[in-house]
């Protein structure tokens, strides 16, 4: 059951994402699908299972050998994982709405979602490395 439970999660979340490529054709409904429907549906799917098996689980949060421990159980394992789904989607999600208020033009956020997919946080970065960039006065080059 988790093995499937991990394919539909992983699945889902691949739907978010594809919405977030399509994002330049069909805006709103990506915003419905990638900010809120997925990360909605795999939260639920993630309380359901920390609240169905947090009691027996040991270890915690308060050093890594605890949270090492904590992932022990198969069961918090996937809850981790779709915390990672779910949060990474979510912050896709934002760089795409920020990017389309901002005027960044898609073709550049797409390497920034690959990385937000890939490897989270390092996705952030490099969309806030280019929010930095755009954000530098343009200068005009001299009349000569």
């Known amino acids: 059951m988790l093995e499937t439970l991990f394919s539909i999660a992983g699945a889902v979340a691949m739907a ?15 915003d419905r699908i990638a900010s809120v429907a997925v990360p909605l549906a795999l939260s639920v799917v993630y309380a359901g299972l920390v609240l169905a098996n947090w009691s027996a689980a040991e270890g915690g949060f308060d ?24 949060f ?28 937000t997919f890939l490897f989270g946080p390092v996705g952030f970065l490099v969309f806030q490395a280019l929010r930095l960039v755009r954000s530098f006065p343009r200068s005009s080059s001299p009349a000569i």
């Not at 994402?17 to 805006?27: D, E, I, K, Q």
């Open 16 to 30: 978010g994402w594809l919405a977030l490529l399509a994002s330049p054709f069909a805006p709103r409904l990506a």
């Open 63 to 86: 050093s890594l050998d605890n949270v090492a421990l904590l992932f022990q159980s198969r069961e918090l394992l996937l809850a981790g994982w779709i915390h990672y789904l779910a």
């Open 88 to 115: 990474d989607l979510f912050v896709g999600a934002w760089e795409v709405r920020t990017a389309r208020a901002e005027k960044i033009r898609f073709l550049l956020v797409v390497p920034c979602l690959i990385l």
